[in-house]
């Protein structure tokens, strides 16, 4: 059973636009959620996170919402920038606890120029 | 820069070897894991460790074991390898008591031949 989905394998998007990556989840005992992106070859980076007591979060470039009615997450992008062309995770947790880290599989987004 | 450091990028093996990835934090992190990614698959939880000579199951633990004899080092084991092992194997942290965000090595790529 999946309980953190990214139902889009993959997203291409040109530069200077928003590029929206979204997530759904089922467990509703998840508090925590993150975003990681990953460049080939290398490990995944934190990219931001948000708490279950809010709907949003921001940081430069960079938004989370969040819809606890709807489980469901995003990660909107703004402007993109061929540089964001990685890998982006989507991840959950119970109780802020890393060893319940639930991840989605992944959704590349492609930023052309 | 605060680190997590695999000691090889890529390696391979042949089926039935005993393979060790060595993995080490310099962020005096309780917490430590072993994931593996597989296209499609997204990021999956193999074993971690919160605390030295302490152990936990992840969602695939099978196949493998772990060993946490210091704080900063996790080791990965692979007592007889098989092909389907083949796979990218990416090590992280967390500190305890601060939120779930990973802190990731940059991955070994082992391939079983």
């Known amino acids: 059973d999946q309980q953190v989905k990214q139902n889009s394998p993959s997203l291409s998007v040109q530069e200077g636009r928003i590029s929206i990556l979204n997530c759904d989840y089922t467990?509703?005992?998840?508090?925590?959620f993150l975003w990681y992106k990953k460049y080939p070859a290398e490990g995944p980076t934190f990219l931001i996170s948000?708490?279950?007591?809010?709907d949003k979060n921001e940081d430069g470039r960079f938004t989370v919402f969040l819809n606890k009615s709807a489980k469901h997450l995003s990660l909107h992008i703004v402007p993109s920038q061929p540089g964001d062309s990685a890998v982006y995770f989507c991840?959950?947790?119970?109780?802020?606890?890393?060893?319940?880290?639930?991840f989605g599989k992944g959704t590349k987004l492609t930023v052309n120029p | 820069d605060v680190k997590v450091t695999q000691s090889s990028r890529y390696l391979v093996k042949r089926t039935g070897e005993k393979v060790f990835l060595e993995c080490v934090q310099d962020?005096?992190?309780?917490?430590m894991f072993w994931y593996r990614q597989d296209p499609g698959l997204g990021l999956r939880l193999i074993y971690f460790?919160?605390?030295?000579?302490?152990?936990e199951k992840g969602d695939i633990p099978e196949g493998y074991s772990v060993s946490r004899e210091k704080k900063e080092r996790f080791s990965l084991i692979l007592e007889s390898a098989s092909t389907n092992q083949t796979s990218m194997y990416l090590c992280?942290?967390?500190?305890?008591?601060?939120?779930?965000?990973?802190?990731f090595g940059a991955g070994s790529r082992l391939t079983v031949l």
């Open positions: 992280a942290s967390s500190e305890g008591l601060r939120g779930p965000a990973l802190t």
């Open positions: 467990n509703s005992m998840f508090d925590y």
């Open positions: 948000i708490s279950s007591i809010k």
């Open positions: 962020m005096d992190h309780e917490n």
């Open positions: 991840a959950a947790s119970v109780k802020g606890g890393s060893e319940k880290l639930v």
């Open positions: 460790s919160y605390d030295v000579k302490m152990k």
